[in-house]
Structures are given as C-alpha cells and as structure tokens.
C-alpha cells in the first residue's frame, strides 16, 4: 500500500463525485430527513441542508430476489423511497421488509461508535484504538498459538467485493478458518447440486417462475420469505400453472397453494424416491432424458425398489394414495415442472440427498434446462450466491478452487501477485510460509497416509500444511473454542491451537444452533470482535467482563458494489448516503485490519480519497474477481453492469432480456446472470438449456469428471488407495449390467440441436475446454475481454484439440497469462476431440445419477438425529464416524443413537415443530430494530400433528 497517508474518511465532495447517480429530480420536503440523518451528536451532517435532491436506484439487502427501489437523498441524508418501476425483478414493488429499509437506515438502535467492554461497561473508543488494539491482538495470537487461533466469520449480506477481500484477508493472514452464514443454510443445495451436474446454483430465473405447469415447492416459504418472487409465482399460477406445497406445516404460501400435503420433517429423500418409484412402475419415466444426458440411472433404479409406497408412506406420513397421485400430477405436468425449496430442504444431516433426490426427480422428468422447469433454489440474504461464488468459505477459495489443491493456491497467488488494481506482491512460497503445520500424528491418523513433502513449483511443501486442510465451519466453530470433553462426541481438533479469537462480521450468533455452547466458546476466546449494523446478540450473550470489541458497519445502502442475486445476476447498486453516523463500510474494516496487520499492500483498491468507500474502490475490486474467477463465468465488466441500470427499461419482465437494437445491451439478460463469459456474452439465464447456442447462454451438463466414470478396477485401487469413500462396492454394478462399460461414459452422445444449423447438424460430446478456468485473457488489465479458451470455445471452427494446442504454443512463446497455466496440458490427450463447434467452455458432459464421491452414491432416506421413529432409525440410521471433517470429528449415528434412546426413556413420541425465528436479515436483528418489520416477526409457536392432537 502506498506510504502516503490517505483520509480514511469520505467527505461530502468526494462522495458526491463518485457516486454515480440516475436522475436529478428535485425533490421537496426533507425535514424529517435531516432530522433522521442526523449522527447521533446533535449536528445535522455537512450538506444535508443542501437544495437539489435526487433518485438513486439501489437494490433491497434484505432477501436474495435482489429487488429495486430508488433511495431519495438529499444532501447526505436518506429521506426516502421511491419505486424502480422499471426493475424487471419486481417492477417497482417491495415487500414489507423492503419497504421498512427507510426505518432501518434510521433506526435509533444503530450501532453508532465503536463500543468495547472494559470492567463490565461499554465505553467509546476511537476507530484508531480500536483497529490497534484488534490486530495487535491478533498478531499476538497468530505469533503465540499459530493463525489458525483466529476465526473470520463473515457474511451473506455483504457485498461481493466485501465478501471477495475479506476471504482474501484470511488467506493472507494465513488461515483457512473463514466462513459464512451459508454454509448452514445451503451449502448442501451447491453440494447437491454441483456434484449432479456440474453447479451447484438455482438453475432458472424468479421471473420463469411464471412459465411452469407445476411448480412443487418442498421445505420452503416463499409468500412470507421472498414475497416479490411470490408475484411471479402467482402470475405463473394465473396462466394455468398448478401450485403444489409440501411442507410439515401449513404456511401462507399453502394458503395460496392448489394443494398441500403434510409431511414428516427429513423425509424429503423417502417422498422423492417415492415419486420416482411410482413413475417408474407407470412407465413415465422419460428415458430419453436419462439415456442421453444423464450417466449411472440403472444404479438409481436398483435403490428405488427400496421405496415402495407402504414403505414412503410409513416413513413420511403421507398416505399411500396422496403419493400416487403426487406421481400423477408430475405425468400430467412433465417437463415444465420447477420445484422449488429453501432452508426446509437444506437444514438436515441428510440435506445434500434431499437436494440430489431433487435434483434426479427433475432429469427424470425432463424439467432441466428448459423454461418452466428446473431447480428453483431460494436464498435467504440478500448475497447468499455471491458470498458463496467469492467469499468467506473455508474449503474453497474465490470461484470454487479447492484449498485442498496447491494449485488453486499457485492460481490465486498470481491473481493477487499481478493484479493491477492492488501494489502488492506475493509468491506461492510467501504465502505458504504464512501456515502452520497440522501435527505428524493428527495428520497421519486422519489421513491415513505418512506425512511427506513433494516439490511444487520449485519448493518443497509439506501435505500436512493447514494451506490445504479445509478450515473450521460456522456451523461447529464453538467446538473448537471448547476444551476436548466438552466438544460433540468428545472430538479431536485438528489444529496445533483451540481459536483464540474471533471476528463476526455481518453474522449473528442466533443462526447457530447451541446456543449454550457458543456462549461457553466466547468466554473462552481472549477477544472477540463484533462488526455489524446493529449489536448483535454475539454482542451480549456471552458473560464476559472484557476483550469485547464492537464496530459500527455502514449499511449496504452507503457505498457502492455488486451483490449476486438467487439466480445468478449480478446486481449493481449506488450509495444512497455516506456512511451514516461514526460507521465504515465492510471494506473499509477490512482494508483497515489488512493494514494493521501488515498487509494493507493487497487491498488498496480505488484511488485518492476514494480508497475506502469510492466507486473505484469496488469496481476496481469487481476487476481483479473479474481476473481470478474463471470456473463460473465471473467476466460481468463494472461498466456493463452500470450500463444495465441505465437502459433498465430496455429489459423485458418476461424473459430478463433487452430487446433495444442500437443500444449497448442489446440482447443482453439483466445483470449478465452467471456465467457470463466475457463482454461478448449475454449471460445465461437457464443453466444447461441444449436447445440454445452457447453463445447465446447455451450449455450442457457440465464434463466435469472426465470422460468416464470408475471402471471397477479403478474402483477397487481407490478403495484400497483409501481415495473412495468407505464403500467397498462397485457403484455401478447395474449400469455395467445393462448398459457394459459404455454406461460409464460422461460425455454426452452426439445429437443434432435445432440451433445448430450452420455447422454440420450434429455436435459432440467434449471434455471441459483446457485453460478455461486458469487462463486469463492477453491483457489483463481488460479482465472482461474473452481469454482462449472462452473465444475458442464459442468459435464453430475451433476445437478443444485446437485450443489445447493453441495453448501450448503461446505458453511455448512465454505469452501465455499466468504463466504455467498451461503446464499440465498434453495436447495429445485431447486429439479425439476435434469437433469444431460451439460449446460452453465446461464442455458436454452427463449429470451423475450415482455421485462417486459421497458416502450416498444413491439418495438414500436417513432418519433425522432426533426421530420419533427408533424402529426407523434401525433400518435408515443417519451416516456415521467422519474423520476430521472440517477439522473436527463428526459422528452423526452415535449422536442419533443418543439422542433416539433419550427420547425413548422419557416416552416421547411426539414432533413438535417450530419455525426457525431468525427469518428476515442478520438472525433477524435488523428486522427486530424496525419498529415495523418488528411487528411483523413471528410469534412462537408450537405444532403437533392433527391425527395426535
Ligand atoms: S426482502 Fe426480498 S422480496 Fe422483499 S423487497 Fe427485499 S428483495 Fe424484495
């Protein structure tokens, strides 16, 4: 970072100047919004007494169908909210939450200064004390006990440029322990759903909603969770479309439904297997579909034999009669059918086979990769997508890149080596040394294999380097807080130190089931550093004395950035107002911390006085992703997205796309929905659709496993490799019987697509394009322009031999970026692929019906831990030992067992079932402190079924 000292704070003028602005109405009135602007000191904030007022379109924080408002400011304040009519998403509308932003911008409970708790009382401090003091802390303890003693947890509600440097600022402090709010609400849903065909993100749009015949909706909510979605619902509901809800209680959106069905909570796999079951035995499944484009069904065919009726309806409660006529209305309505979920069918130890028991329910019906169909996944907050594609997670790196792999770290390093928008430098090997070491004896026990070292890129690394150990989750970070007997299952921690410290940005503890011991793990910690809007309840329900340090965040609506929405798009969004009262953005935390903490070099985005909260800040953030996440088609320029604003009417309700020849986004779909490939792709609204031209959003199943599946000599070395999961028998013992050893093939057979009339007819199958997910494009200060393999991908004379070829020789050349991003292609290897036609650059491959690489293969029902059904936890126990799972071990059968027999001594045989309190934002603390939205929370409830009451 440069030496030049720089004014941390953005004044009115710079402010002013780099927002950039749409409109210039005047407005009247203000009154009451300089009274409400005001910073807490009694003076009104410099300019607010200023004349003009103007209309800025911004994009609602609250929940992930992204909708638009335009926020009035006049001067810095705030003064309130107009309709974005012209927002294809909602047209202007909002919903309860959306609408009360203008009293959560202004509510009294914000927190106002940094706060930190010295003898039992809160006490202001400085910013710089603050800082100092936190990552002096933090250093002490990096130094003392190891890096891996600090926890960063993050957030689904900042932006993607928070989301994106805060992942960075673990990496570079040297710790994989980062992670966020999504990883308990879908990270089964991308597990699911990346591991069937490729990604693991909603397939189709909200606004396709519209286009379905029928829309399943299993486990979620969405006329109380995701209003606006609900108006496409509905409208698609008007055309003819048919609402079917199954959910254990009976909601709103069952009100709304044309039918409910009540099922036991967990069964979702059982009910699902069912549905399929029965449309096998009816002969509806669609064998075209399951021939063509999906690889190891035989295998599923075998496990449903399992799911006969009576044995569906015992496990889920739901007759006998109402599954087989669930099986109907999916003949009647097959292929336009969505079904849609939320936290009720991700929360489970058993989510990631509710979510593939989904996912195979759609390819045997044909609902994927067409309007009206497909997987309609719904997020929570607002940038549940986005964190997840770049941010905070402790397994991968921005853009899905392993941390298990040393060359996803090589590939990182180089993004944040050479990035222009930053002045730091950083090697593979700086970096590495950053990490500690995981012990001989925990490393070996857990792994199975002795310690070794191998030479990566003229270094000598060790396999044992917490570098590729996935880092602690969100969801049992407490356990590694705790001394060994008090965590779950009495489990190893596999870290040289317990945490010592932690930061929670943008989280509240309340999402996080134990309660009790999270409290106990706080008091452990030597600091603890809440940063947020409001005081969280991390904030006070520990019962600590001292080492608690607040920081005030500006909200979403004072600065700039981009935010992914549930379906892909990438939403940009102007400040409202400056930060209000003594708050600093996200960003600007963590550019502080990275100063702090020696590293301030690799975060100096933006320029002058826009360093920290200037347009340039996070555009030039948005540019070094734009460089570095090349897996899902991250290449949505800042200029593009700010040019979908402007030309905002351009873009149809129906279809998201711009019909507006002569403008710039012509043919564009509205905020590029990812992948997006570079500035000469429109982005792709339906994933996997093969009825369209890639370069128009076209695709196949992703080929991302090669182009076979394990023979069963394969599979019998990764048993004994210990490389399979702990499954002795061949998964595709079926497959092979039916279809012999071409049923393993993952890449699709030829076929002749209606789009494909200039080239021959026919397209091939082909393995994901070499380079497509490390290579850049020549000049990197133009991340957007199209690198090789996205340009040779689309082109109908090229081919992957050419483009495996075309590498080699510009990397032969030295002008291949990064350099070495081409040393494990073997141009050979690729020659029996020479169809020279457009692809998507991942190739044409098969979804997996049987996922290798899971304990499951197969969906399989799982009772729930806690099950009032311990006959059924006998036959369909929930998985057992995992060793070192997220660094701690996991043993969901012992705690089943437990737990089962605990109910049984006290007679209990009842569920009682209750929603989830922590609906709206933040565990709901924001909502809470809106005297409006505050009303609307839901009160406690408890439920039991009919039949037993
Ligand atoms: S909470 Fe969700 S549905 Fe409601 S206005 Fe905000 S984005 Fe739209």
Not at 16 to 32: E, I, N, P, Q, W
Not at 158 to 168: H, I, L, P, T
Not at 670 to 694: F, S
Request: glycine share 10%; with cysteine; hydrophobic share 30%.
């Amino acid at each position: 970072m440069s030496s030049e000292p720089v004014s941390l704070d953005l004044d009115r003028r710079s402010f002013m100047k780099a927002s950039a602005l749409a409109g210039g109405l005047a407005l009247g009135g203000g009154a009451t919004g300089h009274a409400l602007a005001q910073d807490g000191s009694g003076e009104p904030p410099d300019g607010a007494l200023g004349d003009e007022g103007e209309l800025v379109k911004s994009v609602c924080n609250y929940c992930s169908v992204g909708c638009g408002f335009k926020g009035e400011r006049k001067g810095d304040a705030f003064i309130g909210m107009e309709p974005w009519f012209e927002n294809p998403h909602n047209n202007g509308s909002l919903c309860s939450k959306g609408a009360s932003i203008y009293g959560t911008e202004h509510s009294e409970k914000r927190l106002k200064h940094p706060m930190k708790l010295e003898g039992g009382e809160w006490t202001k401090i400085s910013w710089n004390d603050a800082m100092e003091e936190i990552t002096s802390e933090f250093d002490r303890i990096r130094q003392e006990f190891g890096p891996d003693s600090v926890m960063w947890m993050g957030s689904a509600h900042f932006s993607n440029e928070d989301a994106y440097a805060f992942r960075k600022l673990a990496a570079l402090f040297g710790t994989t322990n980062v992670d966020h709010q999504a990883r308990i609400c879908h990270s089964t849903t991308v597990s699911g759903l990346a591991n069937t065909w490729g990604y693991g993100a909603m397939t189709n749009t909200l606004n396709d909603y519209r286009n379905y015949d029928l829309l399943f909706i299993i486990g979620q909510n969405p006329a109380e969770a995701h209003p606006i979605s609900m108006q496409h619902v509905l409208e698609g509901q008007k055309r003819g479309g048919k609402i079917i809800n199954i959910d254990p209680r009976y909601t709103k959106t069952s009100a709304h439904a044309d039918e409910f069905h009540r099922m036991r909570p967990g069964t979702d796999v059982a009910l699902m297997m069912g549905i399929m079951r029965y449309l096998r035995d009816q002969g509806e499944l669609d064998r075209d579909m399951l021939a063509d484009r999906v690889q190891g069904w035989p295998d599923v065919e075998v496990e449903l034999d399992q799911y006969d009726l009576d044995t569906v309806a015992d496990i889920t409660w739901i007759s006998r009669e109402s599954i087989e006529h669930l099986g109907d209305q999916f003949i009647e309505h097959k292929p336009n059918i969505q079904i849609e979920w939320a936290m009720g069918g991700t929360q489970h130890n058993n989510g990631t086979q509710n979510i593939r028991s989904y996912a195979l329910t759609g390819l045997a019906t044909s609902g994927i990769g067409r309007a009206g169909g497909g997987m309609q996944v719904m997020r929570g907050h607002a940038n549940v997508q986005g964190a997840t594609d770049l941010g905070p997670n402790s397994h991968i790196l921005p853009g899905y890149y392993s941390v298990e792999s040393p060359g996803s770290w090589a590939y990182w390093t180089d993004v944040w080596n050479q990035s222009p928008w930053t002045s730091g430098n950083v090697s593979f090997k700086e970096l590495y040394d950053r990490y500690d070491v995981m012990s001989k004896r925990k490393y070996e026990e857990s792994s199975g294999e002795a310690t070794s070292t191998f030479a990566f890129e003229g270094n000598d690394i060790e396999t044992r380097s917490m570098m590729f150990q996935k880092g602690i989750t969100v969801a049992r970070w407490y356990d590694a807080a705790l001394p060994q007997e008090e965590r779950q299952n009495n489990a190893e921690l596999y870290q040289p130190s317990p945490l010592k410290a932690m930061l929670i940005q943008g989280h509240s503890a309340n999402s996080i089931s134990e309660m009790d011991k999270q409290k106990r793990a706080m008091e452990n910690l030597d600091l603890l550093v809440i940063a947020d809007i409001f005081p969280s309840v991390a904030s006070v329900m520990h019962d600590r004395e001292d080492g608690v340090i607040l920081l005030p965040v500006a909200s979403q609506y004072e600065h700039h950035g981009s935010l992914t929405n549930t379906h892909r798009s990438v939403q940009w969004r102007d400040p409202v107002r400056p930060p209000g009262h003594n708050s600093k953005t996200d960003m600007e935390i963590i550019q502080l911390l990275a100063d702090g903490l020696g590293f301030g070099e690799h975060f100096d985005w933006g320029s002058g006085p826009e360093l920290y909260n200037g347009r340039s800040t996070y555009e030039n953030c948005l540019r070094e992703i734009n460089l570095g996440v090349r897996t899902i088609g991250y290449q949505q320029s800042p200029e593009r997205l700010q040019q979908h604003k402007e030309y905002d009417w351009a873009f149809s309700t129906e279809t998201l796309r711009a019909d507006a020849p002569g403008t710039p986004v012509d043919g564009d779909y509205w905020m590029l929905p990812w992948p997006c490939w570079g500035d000469e792709h429109p982005g792709t609204p339906i994933l996997w659709r093969d009825d369209t031209d890639p370069r128009e959003g076209g695709f196949d199943f992703r080929a991302r496993w090669g182009a076979t599946a394990p023979t069963r000599q394969q599979w019998n070395e990764l048993v004994a490799s210990s490389e399979a999961p702990d499954r002795p028998d061949y998964p595709f013992a079926e497959t092979v019987n039916r279809q012999g050893q071409a049923g393993l093939g993952m890449l699709r057979a030829p076929y002749t697509p209606d789009w494909n009339t200039g080239y021959n007819g026919r397209v091939e199958g082909v393995p994901q394009y070499p380079g497509f997910s490390t290579v850049w494009p020549e000049d990197i200060t133009n991340p957007t322009a199209m690198s090789l393999p996205y340009r040779y991908a689309h082109d109908p004379t090229k081919s992957v031999f050419d483009t495996a070829r075309a590498l080699i020789r510009k990397a032969n050349q030295g002008t291949l970026r990064p350099q070495g991003a081409a040393s494990d292609i073997n141009p050979q290897e690729y020659s029996q692929y020479d169809s020279k036609q457009p692809d998507p650059p991942t190739g044409r491959g098969k979804a997996r019906a049987v996922a290798w690489n899971f304990l499951d293969v197969v969906p399989v029902h799982r009772e729930p831990v806690e099950s009032p059904r311990p006959d059924l936890v006998e036959r369909w126990p929930a998985n057992g030992q995992q060793t070192n799972f997220f660094r701690l071990d996991q043993d969901n059968a012992a705690t089943q067992k437990t737990s089962t027999q605990a109910a049984q001594q006290q007679g209990m045989n009842t569920i009682l079932t209750s929603g989830r309190q922590v609906e709206h934002q933040g565990g709901g603390s924001e909502t809470r402190s809106n005297l409006f939205t505050a009303d609307l929370q839901p009160h406690m409830y408890a439920e039991i079924h009919p039949d037993m009451a």
